[in-house]
């Protein structure tokens, strides 16, 4: 596994929806975390990560137990080359906003992006800028999944990391929470506690 950096192309749109995309990395493991801000295609369309796994490539093929005289996970891949080839990892990416000319709208695009489209990682700037609005917020929320609630908090967790007013931007993040969870406290709460961790 790789660390991946910003702006990296990571992989290709794979299943495409309105409000979600599946797309496949090209390095095996290499997925980008929970929570981080995606631009998608073009035009662009913004999603942020909600969910990562792993898998074979071929379902029909399961995998089966390849360790057990090894120590280590790399010694497995050492000793079984193939398995890279074999084996996939995928993640998912919910829908929160797309360029239209030099403006960036948050909703859902007219189209979604197409298949094989790139997928890129958003770095700390461009992650502040789309995130200081807080007008994707409820995109997210419609997830309604503990999944979709830890992207929430670690998208915003990622995006106070790069904005100048770390405590203003949390605290009007919460305000927005609070209005839009109000008949919903305990996941509020569940929410505002994985944003604070």
Do not use: K
């Not at 495409?16 to 998608?40: D, F, K, M, T, W």
């Not at 295609?41 to 057990?68: F, H, K, M, Q, T």
């Not at 993640?91 to 979604?112: E, K, M, N, S």
């Amino acid at each position: 596994m790789t660390d991946i950096s910003v702006g990296q192309r990571v992989g290709e749109v794979m299943v495409s929806h309105s409000q979600r995309i599946e797309a496949q990395c090209y390095e095996l493991h290499n997925a980008p975390p929970l929570g981080a801000l995606l631009r998608v295609g073009s035009p662009s369309v913004y999603a942020v990560v909600r969910e990562v796994w792993n898998e074979p490539l071929d379902p029909s093929r399961p995998l089966a137990p390849r360790g057990a005289a090894l120590e280590t996970e790399e010694e497995i891949y050492a000793a079984n080359p193939q398995l890279s080839a074999m084996l996939t990892t995928r993640f998912a990416g919910t829908v929160v906003g797309y360029g239209d000319g030099l403006t960036v709208r948050f909703g859902l695009p007219a189209q979604p992006p197409n298949l094989h489209a790139f997928v890129f990682t958003c770095g700390a700037d461009e992650t502040a800028a789309f995130a200081n609005d807080l007008g994707w917020i409820r995109l997210l929320l419609s997830d309604g999944s503990p999944a979709g609630d830890s992207a929430l908090a670690g998208f915003l967790r990622r995006s106070a990391a790069g904005v100048g007013d770390r405590p203003g931007f949390l605290l009007r993040a919460g305000r927005t929470l609070a209005a839009e969870l109000s008949r919903d406290p305990l996941r509020l709460q569940a929410i505002l506690r994985e944003m604070a961790t």
